[in-house]
């Protein structure tokens, strides 16, 4: 498993992954988004069009990942989240934290409206 | 495989090597599931049974990782799934070393809450529990953790 990632000309950087994002895969995708955000890519958008299902520990992967980000003064934000994952989302309350975005455009947009302030 | 009318058990005894290879043949058997139940009842909403399969995947997940040494060969866990016409049960059993369940940590956060603050663990427990209307943890006199799910519908 390993994340896929694309930096645009606007700073935002698109990160994609294929499968489960569970207690197998958390900890490397933990990893690849704190090396990401360290290595300068801190305007995150997380595509989990291809991710079909998310446990705890993939939303503590998320969690995570959003923290690095804040601190680095950027975001994680979510995009294309499927029924379980907003379910899940819905569950915890954590959609208060991490909104699931309808399309990558609509992520995007958001970044820009921040950029504008 | 069906018991009676608007009634359905599917059992799977699950014996593998690795945890990847135990969540796979979960979420396998809990799409088989969904499917058959499909042909005899009409489904719960399609987040209501996320829930459940979430919580499922949670308590599955726990026992395949905790209960058994990392140096284990096997990791069998049994798993039988019933639809009933008021309710979803699960039953998980495996050969593991007695699990003790601590309470869930985990607070829901407030309307504005501190992100730098907000736990990257211990989540699972208090998903399950959400998710479900009853949870239930007892170790068998034969030496088996056995979790009871049940979702009402």
Redesign the interface.
Known sequence: MSLHSESGDDGITIVQMDGRLDLLTAAEVKQQLADLIAGGHRRLIFDLDRVGFIDSSGLGALISGLKAARQAGGDLRIARANQQVRALLNLTMLERVLRPYETIEEARAGYSQIAAD | MLATPRSLLIEAYVATQT??EG?DAL?DMIDRFWNDAARIDRLPP??WR??F??AL??VA?NGL?HAYPMTATERPLRVRLRLFPDRVEALLIDHGAPYEPLPST?N??D???D??L???????L??AR??LDSLRYRRTRSGYNCWKLVKKK
């Open positions: 945890i990847d969540l979420h399609e987040m996320h829930l399969t979430t995947a949670e997940a990782r985990y829901a956060p309307h504005k809450p992100i730098a907000l736990p990257e663990s211990g989540y699972g208090f998903i959400t998710a």
